[in-house]
């Protein structure tokens, strides 16, 4: 029962950010904010787990095609089909669920246990589209470009790795690169961060704003908040995979 | 004015305000007051919309607060001002940009013009160069003057204080009753406050209402309050021996028959 019970709460959550803003500037000041705060704030380690998942993706393809059949150019083919396909728009997203779900979810538990979501009621100000909404429309602009840049640099450590071992040299990287590249899988990679950029800020935006309880409280609601990100994100990738693939 | 009739609210099936009918002046302190669990939070909370009634009418100069739609409703809360017991600061923002946050949302002012507000009303609970601190920055005392301020910047009819002394210490209680109290009168703000302070009580209280197990027990002024003969109230107020004694000392001074063997020194030992 409890879990049609959230469900619901989220549903009415997300029914009730759609009203008219009080102050459309002070809206705009905070989805700059959340922009600053998801964007920037998650790009070192988006740009770092990307150049080691490229690296480690252009190793182990090395070390398991191992037939003298298969050309070298190959290894690049098959990491950036990887990197676009799974591994930046799903490990990016992962982990983007850790750091900005939990962010989001102990900033908004932090504001309603200390009263501050109250204050912002009793001022008149509607607390689900003046503190929720930015989240959420925030991480839909900042996440794709996120995933984006995670494939780019994810390829690029590939490269790199190529070259810094001896696998395979650059020319040879570039060449596979170019090969049977099928731009649908971009647009698939895309799908794919949209729907799990609006799962990594709103399930975590949900059980921070109705927190109940202290410090404690908003602890467990931050980690709730990641693990349920975490299978839904791992649900939704094998949702969207069945069905645009 | 700020009527209540007849307010009933449970949660579950258990009541915990029931037929609460008072009326709060404006231009005055309207104390509620009464033991942990007698309802005063959630009345409170009723009061400025946190919780719906189940039952019963607040009005706001006569219009219905419980049964207005949302528009009208946020038209209200725009002439509120509310005190919490935390403060309820914004952690991320300074002293000025808290107390400007009101008039940044709901004004179309100039930057200075609203500096200028916010000056003001720093200098008005006697709060100076601390507006570019942090809350993490201030004293319990420091927060409760911005949280006061940022209450009344957009100058406001009703002003909602909940358990304003509650974790300060007795000097610094007085100074934000008497803040409180100077602003109700100078503004003329409908101010009701939430409390088990007895020095508040009996400082500025000009209404109060005893609060027990959801039911209003009593209602009065501070004058009256010491003289009460209701033994609820009575038990409540004067739960320590001191203040039994303080009692019948007054009550011996309003009817001349102050013995001679005993005084305040007596009473302290």
């Excluded at chain 1, 799908?191 to 409280?217: N, W």
Aim: hydrophobic share 45%; aromatic share 8%.
């Amino acid at each position: 029962m409890s879990i049609f019970k959230d469900l619901g709460r989220y549903l009415t959550m997300l029914k009730g950010m759609f009203q008219r803003p009080e102050n459309a500037k002070m809206y705009w000041k905070e989805f700059m904010r959340q922009c600053s705060d998801i964007g920037i704030g998650s790009l070192g380690i988006v740009c770092i787990i990307s150049i080691f998942i490229g690296a480690v993706s252009t190793l182990q393809t090395a070390y398991q095609l191992v037939s003298p059949i298969i050309p070298p150019s190959t290894i690049a083919q098959i990491v950036r089909d990887t990197v676009i396909l799974e591994f930046a728009p799903t490990l990016t997203c992962i982990v983007l669920a850790g750091v900005v779900g939990s962010k989001i979810a102990s900033e908004l538990g932090n504001m309603r246990v200390s009263e501050q979501i109250d204050a912002l009621e009793i001022m008149g100000i509607n607390t689900k589209s003046y503190l929720v909404a930015p989240k959420i429309l925030a991480g839909l602009l900042m996440i794709p470009f996120l995933v984006m840049l995670a494939m780019v640099l994810g390829i690029w450590g590939g490269r790199l790795a190529g070259s810094m071992t001896g696998i395979l040299n650059t020319d040879l990287f570039d060449k596979g690169l170019r090969q049977s590249f099928v731009p649908y899988n971009v647009f698939f990679a895309l799908a794919k961060s949209y729907t799990f950029a609006f799962i990594i800020a709103s399930v975590p935006a949900f059980y921070g704003y109705y927190v109940e309880g202290g410090a404690l409280e908003i602890g467990k609601a931050s980690t709730k908040a990641v693990v349920v990100s975490c299978i839904l994100l791992l649900f939704a990738d094998y949702i969207l995979s069945a069905l645009l693939l | 004015m700020i009527e209540i009739k007849n307010l009933r609210k449970s949660f579950a099936d258990k009541t915990v305000i029931q037929d609460v009918t008072a009326t709060m002046k404006a231009g005055q302190c309207n104390l509620i007051i009464g033991s942990s669990g007698s309802g005063k939070t959630v009345l409170m909370k009723c009061l400025v919309g946190l919780f719906q009634p189940d039952s019963g009418q607040i009005l706001y100069d006569g219009k219905d607060f419980v049964t207005m739609t949302d528009e009208d409703r946020k038209d209200i809360r725009k002439e509120i001002g509310m005190l919490f017991q935390g403060s309820a600061l914004f952690d991320s923002q300074t002293v000025e940009q808290n107390v400007k946050f009101p008039l940044d949302m709901f004004t179309k002012d100039s930057h200075a013009e609203k500096l200028k507000r916010v000056n003001e009303v720093l200098e008005r609970v006697k709060l100076v160069d601390a507006n570019k601190k942090f809350p993490s920055e201030l004293s319990g005392g420091m927060k409760k003057r911005v949280a006061l301020a940022r209450a009344i910047v957009l100058n406001p009819k009703y002003l909602f204080c909940d358990e304003p002394n509650s974790g300060l210490d007795p000097q610094t209680s007085l100074i934000i009753d008497k803040l409180i109290q100077e602003v109700t009168t100078e503004y003329n703000i409908t101010t009701v406050i939430n409390t088990h302070d007895m020095n508040s009580v009996m400082e500025i209280g000009n209404y109060i209402l005893y609060m027990y197990q959801g039911n209003k027990e009593w209602e009065g002024s501070n004058k009256e309050i010491i003289f009460s003969k209701n033994k609820r109230l009575n038990e409540f107020i004067f739960a320590s021996d001191f203040l039994r004694d303080a009692k019948e000392m007054r009550m011996l001074e309003e009817s001349g028959k102050i013995p001679e063997d005993r005084n305040m020194d007596d009473m302290i030992k």
